[in-house]
Nanobody, 113 residues
């Protein structure tokens, strides 16, 4: 499975963006996630969603970001509302199974103040 992320861009603080991750194969049984890495910082988990659609969020994005998955279409979205300058980072899509972890290429999100 390969992952293709899209939807990044430059937005003003307070605005919204929607990231999409399209998988080349089935995501059935995989926990899907979005991570981000800001300059000079370690990559961190933003949100993840289990095959049963149970979501998990970083404290910094709770109430602002929503992760969703469409297993029939093999895609995962991240709706980002009320964006803040500190959300600026490269965002990566991730798929995790029992024996594999797959990363997509990153998409840049820049939030201006």
């Amino acid at each position: 499975v390969q992952l293709q992320a899209s939807g990044g861009g430059l937005v003003q603080a307070g605005r919204s963006l929607r990231l999409s991750c399209a998988a080349s194969g089935s995501i059935f049984g995989l926990t899907m996630g979005w991570y981000r890495q800001a300059p000079g910082k370690q990559r961190e988990l933003v949100a993840s969603i289990t095959p049963g659609r149970y979501p998990n969020y970083a404290d910094s994005v709770k109430g602002r970001f929503t992760i969703s998955r469409d297993s029939a279409r093999n895609k995962v979205d991240l709706q980002m509302n009320s964006l803040k300058p500190e959300d600026t980072a490269v965002y990566y899509c991730n798929a995790r199974g029992s024996s594999e972890t797959i990363w997509g290429q990153g998409t840049q999100v820049t939030v201006s103040s």
